[in-house]
């Protein structure tokens, strides 16, 4: 059986448009269990808290604009959604972007789309 449009929208609400979830960036790109990769570190890197619009269809996108400040030098090669310790979601950019030394890195409202079917 295929998941209703209702099912993917509670899974999208309940992971993603409660509690705080986070994007994180990656040079070495993480398994989908979330081991193995190389999470971005110096500069003034961090996490950053992200939120989404109202799902519909199964389809959900950030809400706003989100800013990595100060970076490091690195070339970005994932980006992932964590919810406290768990890996919600994770993309491999399709062409990695090299970031320099104090510059931000700027995802832009609409750009992080999660699909659930």
């Known amino acids: 059986m295929d998941a209703s449009n209702y099912l993917e929208n509670a899974v ?3 992971h993603l448009r409660t ?11 993480p398994t989908p269990a979330g081991t193995g990769g190389t999470e971005v570190v110096g500069g003034s890197y961090a996490r950053q808290d ?14 706003t604009a989100i800013t990595f400040s100060a970076m490091p030098t690195v070339v ?4 992932a ?3 406290g310790a768990n890996l919600i979601a994770l993309k491999t950019l399709s062409q990695p972007r090299t970031v320099t030394a104090n ?11 999660v699909r659930v079917a």
């Open 12 to 14: 999208i609400n309940t």
């Open 19 to 29: 509690g705080t979830p986070q994007i994180a960036l990656y040079s070495v790109i």
């Open 50 to 63: 992200v939120t989404f619009v109202a799902p519909t269809a199964g389809i959900t996108s950030n809400s």
């Open 76 to 79: 970005v090669r994932a980006a």
């Open 81 to 83: 959604i964590w919810l």
């Open 103 to 113: 510059s931000n890195y700027v995802i832009t409202a609409g750009d992080i789309v």
